[in-house]
């Protein structure tokens, strides 16, 4: 194993700390009373075989991995408090912030956390909404979240079901939360292919919604190919009930069933088709936006939200299956794309994948104006080898806002939650880490750290299992990200964090 985990590593127990005791969640049915949580929602087991059981286990009795649910980190992270699942059993997925609030999706709805005391965050409400993968932001007094799976309508209490029936309904729906103990749903609006993610474009008096979906299954008939675009909703503040979708820009143009994406496997063997964005990120500031786009990487234009223009578009056929997230640094001069290799359900951070998959890409953001190209400088990838029944690939993450320095925190599901630096986008390094070992010995159980930001001082991470966790930084490198304070973070709509405008 590397240094870093043979020298910084401290093999302890850690407590689970919780928030005071007796806490007593409040269960918000959205929805009529009937509305119960969808387990179809969940990711099933699979079975390792008995060889792959056996390595893990001998990893695990060498020290190399961490025992089951054993916590680990280095010297430079502290685990301060960590509040299991409660009323919502679903799978844990994405985080927002708001003032002294943490809001935290969950395939079958959300929570509330009040983080004014980040050692013992107390649950404020815990709103029952199913339907997958309930990605979550906040502006302002509304909340957004993003249903991606087939429901029997737009309620709270929709139910799955087939997505060939003609009533399915999948898209985006909004809540008033200017009572964070008692949210309000006011609003929903379908979208063509449902939203898997969605990101925020705020204005003073609406706020723009670039919803990305893809097909999976052609089957689905609002999925079909050329599914090359995303739709765009426009909310207004002071009436969100009439949100409604404005335009479906085209982003990938092309002649043939299939559009001008990634045409993927057969003609580029290992990698997705394009047939729509996983996740985009927008710089506001800068009216710049990066899309991750299964096949494709693009830059793109966005001065006019609701016609954004492609600036440079670039594929990785060789090392890059999935395109997922992406993360510009401060300066607006390099953008991180992820691998999500696998899915999020596979097993790749091993020495048999290596480290140029189901990693990082970095890259760096060359000219100016439509001008501007991606130039890729490397990859980055944890060397922290996870055992074969942990599900682990690079996934969501925000910068650690350090002037001059280009720091990220970033989850790996398993793998755990990593900080590194690209400052030097050719040469990254992690700097610092926090894992759990597997769920299990013989068994790939779906879990691990589905989002890690950093977030007025304190890492927060949504684990898809365990529940929600706060760390503590404490290495000079990012002590200045300390005075950094927000009143809103959505990662994927990034904000300048230092006013590079006023200077």
């Known amino acids: 194993m590397t240094p870093l985990h043979t020298t910084r590593v401290r ?23 009937a509305a119960t949580p969808d387990p179809g ?13 056996a390595a893990a286990e001998a990893l695990t009795n060498s020290g190399e991995i961490p025992a089951v649910d054993e916590v680990v980190h280095s010297d430079n992270i502290r685990h301060l408090a960590n509040i299991p699942k409660d ?4 799978t844990n997925s994405d985080l927002a912030f ?20 980040p050692r013992a965050p107390k649950t404020v409400a815990q709103v029952l909404c199913p339907g997958a993968q309930n990605d979550i932001s906040v502006s302002g007094d509304l909340l957004f979240l993003s249903t991606d799976s087939s429901r029997s309508d737009d309620s709270c209490a929709s139910t799955s079901q087939p997505a060939t029936e003609k009533s399915s309904w999948e898209g985006v729906k909004v809540f008033d939360i200017s009572d ?32 990305s979906s893809y097909s999976p299954n052609a089957a689905f008939p ?10 765009v909703i426009k909310v207004p503040r002071n009436a969100p009930e009439k949100s409604a979708v404005v335009g479906f820009p085209v982003l990938f143009p092309g002649e043939g069933p299939d559009g001008g994406g990634n045409p993927g496997a057969p003609t580029n063997p290992g990698v997705s088709k394009t047939t729509g964005c996983h996740d985009i990120t927008v710089l506001p500031d800068e009216d710049l936006a990066a899309g991750a786009c299964m096949g494709d990487g ?33 300066d607006a001069d390099k953008v991180v794309f992820t691998d999500e290799l696998g899915g999020g359900v596979g097993a790749t951070c091993n020495a048999e994948i290596g480290p140029n998959r ?56 398993q793998g755990g939650v990593s900080v590194w630096e690209f400052t030097n986008s050719a040469k990254p390094r992690e700097i610092a880490y926090f894992e759990r070992g597997p769920l299990s010995t013989d068994t790939i159980t779906t879990g691990g750290s589905w989002s890690a930001y950093y977030y007025n001082g304190h890492i927060y991470s949504n684990d898809i299992a365990k529940g929600f966790d706060v760390l503590k930084l404490e290495d000079r490198r990012t002590d200045a990200a300390k005075r950094v304070r927000m009143r809103e973070l959505n990662v994927q709509t990034q904000p300048d964090y230092f006013d590079r405008h006023d200077h």
């Open 98 to 117: 708001q003032g002294r609030y943490a809001f935290a999706g969950n395939y079958d709805g959300f929570r509330i956390f009040d983080i004014s005391d």
């Open 11 to 33: 093999r302890r127990r850690l407590g689970v700390a919780t928030a005071a005791a007796g806490l007593l969640a409040t269960l918000l049915a959205a929805g009529p009373a």
């Open 298 to 330: 693009i830059l793109f234009d966005i001065r006019n939200p609701e016609r954004p223009k492609v600036i440079d578009r670039v594929q990785d056929n060789v090392n890059f299956a999935f395109w997922h997230s992406a993360t510009f640094n401060q």
């Open 180 to 211: 964070k103990r008692s949210p309000k749903y006011v609003a929903a609006v379908e979208t063509a292919c449902g939203s898997h993610t969605h990101t925020l474009v705020p204005e003073r008096r609406n706020v723009y919604v670039y919803v």
């Open 358 to 413: 189901g990693a990082d890409g970095i890259y760096d953001i060359v000219g100016r104006g439509d001008k501007r190209k991606l130039v890729f400088r490397s990859y980055f990838k944890i060397d922290r080898h996870q055992a074969a029944t942990e599900n682990c690939v690079a996934h969501n993450g925000s910068l650690i806002p350090v002037k001059g320095r280009d720091i990220m925190v970033q989850a790996w599901y």
């Open 222 to 231: 609002d999925c079909r190919p050329p599914h090359d675009g995303i739709s």
């Open 41 to 53: 929602d969940v990711p099933a087991e699979r079975k390792v075989s008995s060889e792959q059981a």
């Open 87 to 90: 009323a919502l059993p679903g």
